[in-house]
């Protein structure tokens, strides 16, 4: 299960090169990334059909990560799906990442149009969230994802931000990445998402934000932002 799309996360990278949630009106609009040039069929692999052995099996295996984790881990992976901010990555970084205004723009333009890719996806696959599949499933909060399950936005988000500030801060690159993991990986313990989505998310979110790095057209305002996290 985990193999088959730990490999589309490495082939989408290889092929193609609550409350404190931020809100639509608090990103710039997506304006550098082709729509076309990232058909959601075309760079990431489907998610496993409903009632299909695989999915069987995520579900089984999101009650059991669930039943074994920590009220600790718990409560920490509930902060996170409500608290989706490059501030998520304060501690790594040792820096207030909103207190920078280069780096903040850069990862606001970065998690605009990762967000714009991952919202055209989860338009075309519609997948239903597994604890909508089974209500008897434990999971944090309840929910109000109906069928935009796949792929994970907030591991998308961790996973752009992340990859981003690993590029900035190569120093820090195993923190950050790590992090980037571990907030990814609360959404499978809050049982929120399949493990399926939250690896799809990790491929969309690690391409986007690669491909924005090495695009001329932001390479003043990664080296501005670059500039600005060796000062810190």
Same mark, same amino acid.
């Given at each position: 299960?985990?193999?088959?799309? !730990?490999?589309?996360?490495?082939?989408a990278? !290889? =092929? =193609?090169?609550g409350?404190a949630?931020?809100k639509?009106? *608090?990103r710039?609009?997506? #304006?550098?990334? *082709?729509?076309?040039?990232?058909?959601p069929? +075309?760079?990431?692999?489907p998610?496993p059909a409903? *009632?299909s052995?695989?999915?069987r099996q995520e =579900?089984a295996?999101?009650?059991? =990560?669930?039943?074994?984790?920590s009220?600790?881990?718990?409560a920490r992976a509930?902060a996170?799906?409500?608290d $989706?901010g490059?501030?998520a990555?304060?501690?790594?970084?040792?820096?207030?990442? #909103?207190?920078?205004?280069? #780096?903040a723009?850069?990862?606001a333009?970065?998690?605009?149009? %990762?967000?714009a890719?991952?919202?055209?996806?989860k338009?075309h696959?519609?997948?239903?969230?597994p604890?909508?599949?089974?209500?008897t499933?434990?999971?944090c909060? $309840? !929910? $109000? &994802?109906?069928d935009? +399950?796949?792929? +994970? &936005?907030?591991?998308?988000f961790a996973w752009? %931000? &992340?990859? #981003?500030?690993?590029q900035?801060?190569p *120093?820090?690159?195993p923190a950050i990445?790590?992090?980037?993991r571990?907030y990814?990986e609360g959404r499978?313990?809050?049982?929120?998402h399949?493990?399926?989505d939250i690896?799809? !998310?990790?491929?969309?979110?690690q391409?986007?934000?690669?491909?924005?790095?090495?695009d001329p057209?932001?390479?003043?305002q990664?080296a501005a932002?670059?500039?600005?996290?060796a000062r810190?």
């Amino acid at each position: 299960m985990h193999l088959r799309y !730990g490999m589309a996360v490495a082939l989408a990278v !290889g =092929l =193609l090169g609550g409350d404190a949630v931020a809100k639509d009106h *608090d990103r710039p609009a997506a #304006t550098l990334l *082709d729509p076309q040039g990232y058909a959601p069929a +075309s760079i990431v692999a489907p998610p496993p059909a409903p *009632d299909s052995v695989v999915a069987r099996q995520e =579900l089984a295996y999101l009650r059991a =990560l669930h039943r074994a984790a920590s009220a600790e881990r718990i409560a920490r992976a509930d902060a996170d799906g409500h608290d $989706k901010g490059p501030h998520a990555f304060n501690a790594v970084t040792g820096v207030d990442l #909103t207190a920078l205004p280069a #780096t903040a723009a850069l990862l606001a333009r970065v998690d605009a149009e %990762t967000s714009a890719i991952v919202d055209a996806a989860k338009d075309h696959f519609r997948r239903a969230r597994p604890y909508r599949t089974d209500p008897t499933l434990p999971h944090c909060g $309840k !929910g $109000k &994802g109906v069928d935009d +399950s796949y792929p +994970s &936005g907030h591991s998308a988000f961790a996973w752009s %931000t &992340g990859w #981003t500030l690993a590029q900035l801060m190569p *120093d820090r690159a195993p923190a950050i990445l790590d992090r980037a993991r571990d907030y990814a990986e609360g959404r499978a313990i809050c049982a929120v998402h399949y493990p399926s989505d939250i690896e799809a !998310g990790h491929a969309l979110g690690q391409l986007v934000a690669d491909r924005l790095l090495h695009d001329p057209r932001l390479a003043d305002q990664v080296a501005a932002a670059r500039a600005e996290l060796a000062r810190r």
